[in-house]
């Protein structure tokens, strides 16, 4: 193209419709003429005035868009003769003059090759687009978190905040939120620590990813239950570790002789309130892994899932005040008792581990929201959390019956409810020869979440078949409604 | 011990000063008693009445406690005989009877050993528990943000929200948030993208932690500049990956022939503004680095690191605008032009890899905080972010003006200093012969964040000598002298 032919090709070309200044656009085509080829080493950009006035834009946009491309070095103004396209093809290893060979090799996208762990994890993805409503599990009801009680707090922090809560977190948190959580933890969950083994996280996928990495390499073996939360081993899948699924029975994790003598390195439990089973480990059977734990020289991760919604029963002191915190990694959350986009939750570390924990979690997360720690301290020690976990306990015990009523009314005692009076959810258990991925999938599209038991187990042969019905998120009044709906589903399954 | 000694025990040990509920003090020290074989099995409790009155506590209490106890299985009730200490030996492999050996376990505190990984990241920590003032690098200065504006359009959001803002966020983030990026990118930054190539993040660490995972397996080679941030190293050591640091020379990154011949799956590089050298990667090097990745298939990730701040110059497009986003993952944040607690930031990744990449994302981190996106939706598209930019580069231009100054004031030519005009510090380079680890140490000792340039460096025998200096977070007023402080250290270094 000649100064004429550019000048008519950018008239054809710019957009006026299009967002953005027009600076960003002329600088674009021309730097698309050059390296394309279609302006060759030498050719004569037309005149700044001429151009100007041709495209009906200001001069100086012009000017500033061949001072930025003279700037790159795609352009050389010589005064008094003009500006003229500069020869970039030493700059290129292809030859760009003939057939627009890197205009080509641009346009050809690249494979996309993704690493054996990334595969794995998009193989069994397991995060909802939708988070609300019948009967999606493992969510609390978000429309009853005292908003304005935060609110109040919030706009004290934020009427004349110190500038240092501004800044990266140090190591493990805010202290101040740190020391109200160790004083928390030790009369709720019966937890044995002091403030420097509690380090502010923001749920159990980050305790569990510097856990991992601090103490696994990758091939290590991790043992988590079976069946289990799929997010978890997603997370180990993605840092090359071998995930090692130990069956549960009633009392928690099994693991068999076999299964002892090779020792993991971390074992992942849920014993509060196995997920999504629902039984809660026994005493036997958390003093057996405690020694085993002792013996084998492997760290314990204890997921207190939903530990503060039970129902009838007092909570179980936390498996780590058991151990007096020597070898179980203890983590908890917010997330779960106010909302899950609070992403506020904790660990409690082993002495001998915690400022190495501390350090790698800031190292690798780069920690802030100091603003949001200290507006939760002061939500935790006013008492708000007590108060919104005891009055949504009655909530829950309430969508937990008309639940459970609805189940009964309807199948009488010809499927079996499995967990314990806690938590969020219950197992709807289902015949072996009814394929719960199915129901599932036809509950989705009569607008019901339910997901199949099989789906949390990592071996399929060990699956049992069932639907994890959660009652957090959705109102008591509409949980008969919805359950007839999905009974429908469930019954032309049956059948 | 009997009925009468365990009473006088526990009246030895109760201790009314120490916080919490009596009730979870009394449960664990008869929990202790019994697992550490003080009370063997079948030893009497005394009688809840005697034992409330003996403690001076209410009966309820103890009854209580002994239920919890019952429940979980340490003790029995015989009615009209009383509470009695169960058998769990049965439970233990090791006999607690006779030396009180699981006690003695118990106490031995288990062996630290970290994975590989962890144990290199230990090795070479680099978050500073400071995070403001003279010249602490790569922080802005968070007492401008404008608290204010902010404030006002966060207590909008929270007065009545939608209760969907409280639960997770989907993958790639709040739409809205993700649109008004596409835009913002596209104009201040030449990126060319829609929305759903946006992915919402965290920061840098987030991109690079998930386009690892997502792309490499363990022990694939990344590509990282020599010298760069440590951050990034730290955390693809911890994905048990081979980093491999590139020398950069004028330019920006410079493999040489026998690097190119082992491709790297990834490349991360710092085009905008080289950290911590502060060069900008020119055109030609910009366009051989695209190629050689388009032919040996590996992907670029676009670190824009404080692009915001130039000075006298507008800034370079995006590298990633050259390729239109073909193979470069562009990543930028909020954390250093507004707040670095603020933890907002965002990457632009191929289409190709879009949906994987929030996907992975979303699986791996869980992520919520979407009333914060919302709030800063409109924070951005109302201009606030444009505008505290553009004030922020008059302040950090006479930050950096007070600073030259200063440096060249007292050493006149003879300490070269290096960097292009932007971002938020500047290196002062030292002679060979000096430690610059030493002048960094003895700096903190006088109450100056210097940080060495040599611990940037991968190779210790690449390693240039030299001071980061940033001057992002110090007021102009106070840089002459924070840096006659500084330069007394210098100065006996240098001598």
């Keep these: 193209m000649d100064s004429q032919a550019i000048s008519e090709w950018l008239q054809l070309k710019m957009d006026r419709r299009e967002e953005g200044p027009l600076y960003a656009q002329l600088y674009r085509l021309l730097q698309h003429a050059i390296l394309s080829g279609h302006c060759p080493p030498g050719t004569r950009l037309p005149p700044s005035r001429q151009l100007a006035q041709e495209l009906n834009i200001a001069r100086n946009t012009v000017i500033q868009v061949y001072e930025q491309l003279t700037l790159e070095g795609y352009v050389s103004s010589e005064v008094g003769r003009g500006t003229f396209v500069a020869d970039i093809s030493h700059d290129l290893a292809l030859p760009i003059d003939k057939e627009s060979a890197l205009s080509e090799v641009v346009r050809s996208a690249p494979p996309v090759r993704l690493s054996a762990a990334g595969e794995r994890v998009m193989a069994s993805l397991g995060h909802a687009e939708r988070q609300m409503g019948a009967f999606m599990p493992g969510v609390p009801d978000v429309s009853e978190f005292p908003v304005k ?32 959580l160790a004083g928390y933890l030790g009369n709720s969950r019966s937890v044995v620590c002091d403030s420097r083994q509690v380090i502010v996280t923001s749920g159990i996928h980050q305790v569990i990813d510097v856990a991992a990495r601090l103490l696994c390499n990758p091939g290590d073996r991790v043992w988590i239950e079976e069946p289990s939360y799929w997010g978890i081993r997603n997370l180990l899948l993605s840092l090359g570790i071998e995930v090692v699924a130990i069956p549960v029975d009633s009392e928690g994790i099994n693991p068999s002789a076999a299964d002892m ?34 013996l084998s020289g492997c760290w314990i991760l204890e997921d207190d899932y939903d530990s503060d919604f039970r129902y009838g029963s007092r909570p179980l002191p936390s498996l780590q005040g058991l151990d007096e ?14 909302f899950p986009g609070l992403r506020l939750g904790y660990a409690v570390v082993p002495g001998a581990l915690a400022s190495q924990f501390g350090s790698l979690t800031a190292e690798l997360f780069r920690e802030g929201q100091l603003l949001l720690q200290s507006i939760m301290t002061d939500f935790l020690t006013q008492g708000h959390v007590g108060s919104h976990i005891r009055r949504m306990r009655n909530v829950y015990a309430a969508r937990r019956g008309a639940l459970l009523q609805a189940i009964h009314g309807h199948y009488g005692d010809t499927l079996p409810v499995i967990g314990d009076k806690a938590g969020l959810h219950v197992v709807l258990g289902l015949p ?30 060990d699956a049992k078949k069932g639907l994890v019905l959660g009652y957090g998120c959705v109102r008591e009044s509409l949980i008969p409604r919805s359950f007839a709906t999905l009974a429908k589903v469930v019954d032309h399954h049956l059948a």
């Design 149 to 180: 009680q935060w609110a109040r707090i919030q706009n004290r922090h934020w009427r004349d905040p110190d500038p240092v809560l501004f800044t990266y977190a140090p190591a493990g948190g805010l202290p101040a939120l740190r020391e109200a």
């Design 261 to 294: 003598e090779n020792p993991p390195r971390l074992i992942v439990v849920t014993p509060s309130h196995q997920y999504p089973l629902g039984m809660v480990m026994s005493l036997s059977r958390r003093l057996k892994l405690l020694e085993y734990a002792r």
């Design 325 to 338: 915190g020597r070898q179980v990694i203890y983590a908890g959350s917010f997330n779960k008792t106010l």
């Design 432 to 461: 072996e020869h009814v394929d719960d991925m199915a129901v599932s999938a036809d509950a989705a599209k009569a607008g019901i979440m339910a997901r199949a038991l099989s789906n949390y187990y990592v071996n399929a042969d």
